[in-house]
């Protein structure tokens, strides 16, 4: 066919998603404000070079007095070293993001196929392992990750890393309750007996129903992840202090609170709220939509 | 029905926090115990780094606290500047010193009992140096400060008299009985080849000192990190019929960091925060009414050290160049918001010796930097690359700033580009002494008031090797050397400019500021004396 | 399987499990890159220290000396000593615990009420504003960081109102000692002790035979088996633990939880100190934990409230509180106690960072503390008690669950 015939199909393929996201309701909307308050952020971080009217970084030291209120010089006032708050905000991002998306995508890449094989393998493997991320679900998050983030140190895959072990479980029980109950049912038994290899009914039936639930449990993933890292970054944690980090500014930010510094945390962590926000709100919204509660 | 039996639960649950509430608020108002006056709450963020035995002890806390327990042969008075006559008679009463300076006789005061009743005698002086150095713990200040070097023994002449033979004439040594490693110890408590640790629910078996203005009466750890301490007063002080302590019992809380001391310090929780709140809530403290802040000389300082092992420091002109490139009028104004002053010498400033050697190198000299850097062959193209280190547990007030600043200075010169990496204190020693560090930055209080601490332990090659960054002079350890067998002081002094102007040339350490203690009182808050010696004396304090 | 069928497997499970889990931390600790006790100590050049260190720790016995020291050391209770000071681990766990203990209780009592009633309350207004309101809420006060919204509290009630302290568990010197009393008057010699806790055994027993027999119910043999262990029970552990206190000469019951020492020792003013200490740390942690049982809670109730009973029992003409708290909450409620099951147990885990906040003496500040300090025997100490008290945690939760949910019997 020609082009124009391709083209209409992807088209079709985006605005009827986006249109079907309308038709539900509330729900709906929750998905589309979530990702757009993400969408903005994650522009806001890219953009950051050319839109900051300063340097974020020690080059950025000094362009005001430390510690100015907000006015109209620098709206979201100056930290304890001279540098300019909202550049310093729209700057700052970048590292959640990256220890978010690093995290989830080595949850996806661990987490998914080790459920997958596990619940379909079954037996003395798969009781052990269900052993293993039982335990590390039962430990409380943050300090597992601390204790991780010790180990390995500083930075950003280290970070991700730490989360990434913390998070594993989720997935790993998400998928394995899903393939369980799939596994049963009358559709898989009609493949086996048609003779259907394991690998084929695992990726061809079995996942494609797995996703929905993976997907929820993905945005809350990206969403602990973000509280995490700040978390990560209270204690010593995080990444370098010369890098601009909504963490960072956090941390210092509350060490400055008690002398009426309110501007260096507020802003930043008006921030973090919204991001982690918008990733809570793309995953209720998904829920209700993947996994209705009510028949409406 | 069975409908009934539900509300009536949620009303029975009602009626249970209700009764629990009143119970509470009858409890508070009714049964306050009197407060009693003489009690004063200081909240600190320190800790005791390990133990409260002189002999192995050697973290500003834990000193603080020693010198509330016991007593040396001699202390400096308060609001001392660090001069001869600021050394009063404390356990000792007068003293004199041989022509050659190797030989020290005390006269030790009489009727001064323990806790037991046992009366202090020559007996338990030697007892205790004999321990201290005996015991040579790696990690205290016997080691550190080299007791071991400077006493060869000492001897019980009589009762009350007590002669310290040493083996070179060290100026400063009436300077050093005055610090709390030269407490004398209760040889009950402090045996004689042991340390004395912690001990839970025993807070006078965890330490070994006596004669001091005040018992220790609670100790709590809780889990490794200290919750609560409580000082009563020792009627067995040898000052007591002064008057001293001013305040019967003194209970030290700990908080977390500068953050929660500021608010409890605000909120009127504590009558003293002494260590460590930040320079901003300095300033915040200041403009409230119903605290005082009182501001002490300084001779805390900071600097930054640089490992010779290997390039790019092994090489003295890169040393100088990174010295010409450091701002430290940014750093004093940004990082403290003025409280501290620059400091240009290793030596701070009031105390004798002090000279500003580091002033010719700049505040900053970035064209100094350039031209010293050019002809190795480092520019703008090709900067000097290095990693700077520095401490995240708040071992030293802001020193993640004070590392952005000097980021930022260093590389404001053009041709440097420096890599922060902070670690948290335990491991930051360890890359101490592993050499790991290009560069790092440490601090220093001192031990005892003259040069000489601040001198032998910097730059001499065996006093200096706990700082493993490599530097030996020969010349120097001549000159400092001689510096400290010397007893005249315009010898002395000259001596310490040689040694100041050759560290210029080296420049193995360079000074970065000197620092002031702090401590924010409630208003009705007196006798709090923040002099040179950087000890706070627990017993002058007290509440109107 | 029955009930009683169920628990028994239940408690016995427990047993491998928690060996497993001691295992697995014994390997993973010893797995670790680099020398647990060069990594720790500073000065590498006194190697007698290093030595000494070892043998403190006993570190330095072939591995599987070492294991079967740690497995029969915690029989015993014995977790190891600290690379920082040698004190015992476990007497340092078990003082920071009952802290820890104290604010996970409190924290989710508060945490289970405001999203018990706020998810309920959602649900019965689905779709409305009220409904979208208390889902944002619930949202956001779970993405506040908690430190943040802990100093927000601090600084209000704190320093500008002066109503509530900054931090801490109590007034300096007013911690409650619990109850204490002096046994001295007792009758001394073990053998009286003993007849004292025969003859209490024997009452106990009695009366409880008194009691079956008023209520009806026939003595088969089963149940004049259970009363005679009852009698053997009760007298072992009085002679055992009574003479464990009149061999000290007191009485001393104190649990470490200040609410309810003060009120042992009667104190009520060291009870209202407590609970005023109690309530921003609480309160922060109970915010911020809220969030999950009120999306929990609205959505079982959801579910449940379309089901055909209630329907029923409104067309009854049944009070709309009775329906929802009486009938609907009842059946919803059992996701909800397996959540506040998992919840609690994280949360004696210790809640580092409030307990930062709110200078809190807990679990949470002693780990991370063990963490910075590279002191890997108590952090392998704390995680082992910390995989018991979870593995005892869940045991309940499940037990309970099981007594509440008929259909896990069948």
């Known amino acids: 066919m020609s082009k124009p015939a391709v083209k209409r199909n992807m088209l079709s393929r985006i605005i009827p998603a986006i249109g079907s996201l309308k038709e539900r309701g509330l729900s709906g909307w929750l998905v589309i404000l979530g990702a757009a308050i993400v969408t903005s952020i994650i522009l806001m971080t890219l953009l950051a070079p050319w839109i900051s009217p300063f340097d974020p970084t020690t080059k950025g030291i000094n362009v005001g007095a430390p510690l100015t209120p907000p006015n109209s010089k620098f709206p979201f006032g100056t930290n304890d070293l001279g540098q300019d708050m909202l550049s310093r905000v729209i700057s700052g991002g970048g590292i959640m993001l990256q220890v978010a998306f690093l995290s989830v995508a080595i949850c996806l890449a661990i987490g998914v196929p080790l459920g997958l094989f596990s619940s379909y393998i079954d037996g003395m493997f798969d009781r052990s392992i269900c052993l293993i991320m039982d335990s590390i679900y039962a430990f409380p998050g943050l300090i597992l990750a601390i204790a991780i983030a010790a180990m390995l140190g500083r930075g950003v895959v280290n970070m991700a890393l730490s989360i990434a072990v913390v998070y594993v479980p989720s997935y790993f029980r998400v998928v394995r309750s899903q393939v369980l109950s799939i596994k049963e049912m009358p559709y898989v038994e009609a493949a086996r007996s048609i003779g259907a290899k394991s690998r084929t009914i695992l990726f061809k039936y079995i996942l494609p129903n797995v996703v929905p639930s993976i997907v929820v449990v993905a945005t809350v993933n990206f969403a602990d992840a973000i509280l995490t890292a700040a978390g990560l970054t209270f204690v010593g944690l995080g990444v370098e202090v010369d890098v601009p980090d909504w963490g960072w500014d956090l941390t210092n930010g509350r060490r400055l609170l008690p002398s009426g510094a309110w501007w260096v945390i507020t802003f930043p962590g008006i921030f973090i709220i919204l991001l982690a926000l918008g990733f809570t709100l793309m995953g209720e919204g998904l829920s209700e939509i993947l996994n209705p509660k009510v028949g409406e | ?544 | 399987m029955t009930l009683r069928v169920y628990i028994i497997s239940r408690i016995l499970l427990t047993i491998p499990m928690i060996l497993i889990l001691l295992t697995m931390v014994f390997v993973i600790i010893r797995v670790l890159p680099g020398d647990p006790v060069l990594l720790h100590f500073e000065k590498t050049e006194h190697p007698e220290a290093i030595e000494e260190m070892r043998q403190k720790l006993g570190l330095d016995k072939p591995i599987w000396a070492q294991y079967f020291d740690y497995l029969f050391g915690l029989l015993r209770g014995d977790l190891g000593k600290s690379m920082h000071d040698f004190s015992p681990i476990a007497e340092q766990i078990f003082s920071a615990f009952p802290a820890t203990l104290e604010l996970a209780i409190y924290s989710t009592i508060i945490a289970v009420s405001i999203g018990i009633f706020l998810g309920v309350e959602a649900s019965k207004s689905y779709n409305k504003p009220k409904d979208h309101t208390i889902r944002i809420f619930g949202i956001v006060t779970y993405a506040i960081p908690i430190f943040f919204l802990g100093m927000l509290l601090q600084i209000i009630f704190a320093v500008n109102l002066r109503w509530l302290p900054v931090g801490g568990r109590t007034y300096p010197t007013m911690e409650p000692k619990g109850l204490k009393m002096s046994l001295s008057q007792l009758p001394e010699g073990f053998t009286i002790h003993l007849l004292l806790s025969c003859m209490a055994g024997l009452m106990i027993s009695i009366l409880c035979f008194a009691a079956l027999k008023l209520k009806g119910k026939k003595i088969t043999r089963k149940i004049l088996g259970i009363l005679i262990s009852i009698f053997f029970i009760i007298w072992i552990l009085w002679a055992w633990v009574g003479w464990y206190f009149i061999s000290k000469g007191e009485l001393h019951i104190a649990t470490g939880l200040y609410t309810i020492d003060s009120l042992l020792e009667g104190n009520l003013y060291k009870f209202a100190e407590a609970i005023r200490y109690l309530i921003l740390p609480s309160l922060t942690l109970g915010l911020v934990l809220s969030g999950v049982f009120i999306r929990l809670t609205r959505s079982n109730m959801l579910e449940t409230i379309r089901l055909d009973f209630v329907t029923a029992a409104k067309a009854r003409g049944l009070k709309e509180t009775t329906v929802i708290y009486g009938y609907a909450l009842k059946n919803a409620f059992l996701p909800i106690l397996t959540m506040m099951g998992l919840q609690f147990a994280a949360l004696l885990g210790g809640a580092i960072l409030t307990e930062t906040t709110f200078s809190w003496p807990g679990l949470g500040r002693y780990i991370v503390d063990r963490i910075n300090f590279r002191d890997y025997t108590a952090i392998q100490g704390a995680i082992v008690f910390f995989g018991i008290l979870v593995s005892i945690v869940s045991l309940v939760t499940d037990l309970l669950y099981a007594y509440l949910d008929p259909r896990i019997r069948l």
């Open chain 2, 1 to 544: 029905m069975r409908g009934t039996r539900a509300i009536s639960k949620i009303a029975i649950v009602g009626i249970v926090i209700v009764i629990i509430v009143v119970a509470a608020v009858v409890g508070y108002f009714l049964m306050q115990p009197a407060k009693k006056e003489s009690v004063l709450i200081m909240g600190t963020t320190d800790t005791v780094e390990s133990c409260l035995d002189p002999a192995r002890a050697y973290d500003y806390f834990g000193w603080e606290i020693i010198q509330a327990l016991g007593s040396g042969l001699v202390e400096y008075r308060p609001g001392a500047t660090g001069a001869a006559e600021d050394i009063v008679p404390a356990l000792a009463t007068s003293w004199s010193v041989s022509q050659d300076g190797l030989v020290w006789t005390f006269n030790l005061r009489q009727g001064v009992k323990f806790d037991d009743g046992t009366e202090f005698n020559a007996t338990h002086v030697k007892y205790t140096f004999d321990r201290g150095i005996g015991i040579a713990d790696p990690e205290g200040p016997f080691v550190g400060i080299g007791y071991g070097d400077i006493i060869e023994n000492v001897t019980v002449v009589s009762k009350y008299v007590v002669k310290f033979y040493l083996k070179i004439p060290f100026s400063a040594f009436l300077s050093l009985l005055a610090c709390q490693a030269s407490y004398i110890v209760d040889p009950k408590y402090a045996p004689l080849n042991q340390v004395v640790e912690y001990k839970a629910g025993d807070a006078r078996g965890s330490h070994p000192m006596g004669l001091g203005p005040y018992k220790l009466t609670k100790w709590t750890r809780t889990a490794g990190r200290d919750e609560e301490m409580v000082l009563e007063a020792n009627p067995n002080y040898w000052n007591a019929t002064g008057g001293y302590p001013k305040t019967q019992k003194i209970i030290i809380k700990f908080y977390a960091d500068s953050a929660s001391l500021a608010l409890a310090i605000d909120a009127g929780e504590i009558d003293i925060a002494f260590r460590q709140l930040s320079a901003a809530d300095i300033n915040n403290l200041k403009t409230k009414t119903h605290l005082k802040v009182w501001q002490g000389t300084g001779a805390f300082i900071q600097y930054l050290v640089l490992q010779e092992k290997r390039p790019p420091f092994n090489n003295p002109i890169i040393r100088q160049a990174v010295a010409a490139a450091i701002n430290r009028t940014a750093i004093v104004n940004t990082v403290f918001l003025g409280q501290v002053q620059k400091l240009y010498s290793i030596i701070p400033v009031g105390m004798f010796g002090h000279t500003d050697v580091f002033l010719t190198l700049g505040d900053p000299n970035y064209t100094l930097t350039r031209q010293l850097l050019a002809p190795l062959g480092y520019n703008e193209t090709n900067k000097l690359t290095f990693k700077l280190w520095y401490e995240t547990s708040g071992h030293y007030p802001q020193s993640p700033q004070l590392a952005q600043m000097l980021k930022a200075s260093l590389e404001a010169s053009g041709v440097i580009s420096v890599e922060l990496e902070g670690v948290e204190w335990t491991q930051y020693r360890q890359e101490r002494i592993r050499e790991t560090m290009d560069a790092y930055i440490l601090g220093w209080y001192p031990d005892y008031i003259d040069p000489d601490d601040y001198i032998y332990p910097f730059l001499h090659s065996s006093g200096g090797s706990w700082l493993h960054h490599n530097y030996a002079n020969p010349k120097m350890d001549q000159l400092i050397e001689w510096a400290r067998g010397n007893t005249t002081a315009s010898v002395r002094e000259q001596l310490y400019e040689q040694i100041q102007e050759l560290m210029a040339e080296d420049c193995p350490i360079i000074p970065i500021y000197q620092g002031s203690a702090w401590a924010v009182t409630k208003s009705n808050v007196k006798g709090v004396y923040l002099d040179i010696t950087q000890s706070w004396r627990h017993w002058l304090v007290y509440k109107e």
